[in-house]
């Protein structure tokens, strides 16, 4: 198995759970964000950038199965830099489905995102509902993921794309650009500083655990119909960032809304249940309430 972006957040939960489950794993990363510390001992790292397609052909030999984390996350460093941020998320996918094709891998699972849907009429988010992507990170993943798709009715490549929703739990940033609300508001409420809150606080996040994002990566590898899909992945329940603030606790710092960010997510999990036999298992306020305890541990 190779997972690309796998010191990162995500990406080393999944290799730690592909090593526990008795695969080999080689993982991708140019460490820029992710840490060699957080790679399973019993996984093969090989440092390299998914942007240049000639300096990682080789890790793909032999390979089972691409798990594709690799990218830069988050709106806010696509608003700053929408050419940068293309590089690493669109053409570092476009390669490293090449590089997979070539290699004769069977199945390449995508690391999709909710942005995609950008700002719609209603909810739940359901697949079937036409993208309206609201930054440069959105229509990049969107890209991205119709690259995947097209793999497979091209080239008769099992792909599927996970469109993650919020995504939190050990390991996750709390700081720089691509921090989230929850670990922006950990590390604020650690070091006593109120926690930011963007906007008027009632846009809604669907908080995604990532016990739960590795179980449906794990599904996917087996899934029985790779057809190219996009398939959420959420808790299909939705919280306010004021609420979030209050489980938290302490005071709040009022700024103004941020550009590109989606006011509502909430997963619809139909299709996902049925295509790959997988639905949450962590209860989301008690998901959360754990990952505070451990993130403000003095």
């Given at each position: 198995m190779l997972v690309t972006g796998g010191a990162g957040f995500i990406g080393s939960h999944l290799v730690a759970a592909l090593v526990g489950r008795g695969f080999e794993v080689r993982v991708l990363d140019n460490l820029s964000s992710g840490r060699r510390d957080y790679v399973d001992a019993g996984a093969e790292l090989v440092e390299a950038d998914v942007e240049d397609l000639s300096g990682f052909e080789s890790a793909f030999a032999g390979v089972d199965c691409v798990f594709h984390l690799a990218a830069a996350a988050r709106v806010l460093p696509s608003v700053e830099a929408?050419?940068?941020?293309?590089?690493?998320?669109?053409?570092?996918?476009?390669?490293?489905?090449?590089?997979?094709?070539?290699?004769g891998v069977p199945r390449f699972v995508y690391a999709g995102s909710s942005s995609v849907y950008g700002a719609q009429a209603r909810l739940p988010l359901s697949e079937e509902m036409r993208p309206n992507p609201l930054s440069?990170?959105?229509?990049?993943?969107?890209?991205?993921?119709?690259?995947?798709?097209?793999?497979?009715?091209?080239?008769q490549m099992?792909?599927?794309?996970?469109?993650?929703?919020?995504?939190?739990?050990?390991?996750?940033?709390?700081?720089?650009?691509?921090?989230?609300?929850?670990?922006?508001?950990?590390?604020?409420?650690?070091?006593?500083?109120?926690?930011?809150?963007?906007?008027?606080?009632?846009?809604?996040?669907?908080?995604?655990?990532?016990?739960?994002?590795?179980?449906?990566?794990?599904?996917?590898?087996?899934?029985?119909?790779?057809?190219?899909?996009?398939?959420?992945?959420?808790?299909?329940?939705?919280?306010?960032?004021?609420?979030?603030?209050?489980?938290?606790?302490?005071?709040?710092l009022r700024m103004p809304s941020r550009p590109g960010d989606v006011r509502h997510?909430?997963?619809?999990?139909?299709?996902?249940?049925?295509?790959?036999?997988?639905?949450?298992?962590?209860?989301?306020?008690?998901?959360?309430?754990?990952?505070?305890?451990?993130?403000?541990k003095p």
């Open positions: 929408p050419l940068r941020t293309h590089m690493a998320n669109v053409v570092g996918t476009l390669n490293t489905l090449v590089a997979a094709r070539e290699a440069p990170y959105a229509v990049q993943k969107l890209a991205a993921e119709h690259y995947t798709r097209l793999f497979h009715q091209l080239y099992e792909t599927l794309t996970l469109r993650y929703f919020n995504v939190y739990g050990p390991r996750m940033a709390e700081e720089g650009r691509y921090a989230t609300v929850l670990g922006c508001f950990a590390r604020a409420k650690r070091q006593g500083q109120p926690l930011v809150v963007h906007g008027d606080g009632e846009q809604t996040r669907d908080f995604a655990h990532v016990r739960d994002v590795v179980r449906a990566n794990l599904a996917a590898m087996t899934a029985p119909v790779a057809d190219g899909r996009a398939l959420n992945v959420g808790s299909a329940r939705s919280f306010s960032v004021n609420q979030v603030a209050a489980m938290v606790g302490g005071p709040t997510t909430l997963a619809d999990l139909t299709r996902t249940r049925t295509s790959l036999g997988w639905q949450p298992e962590v209860d989301p306020e008690k998901g959360i309430a754990e990952f505070l305890r451990e993130a403000l």
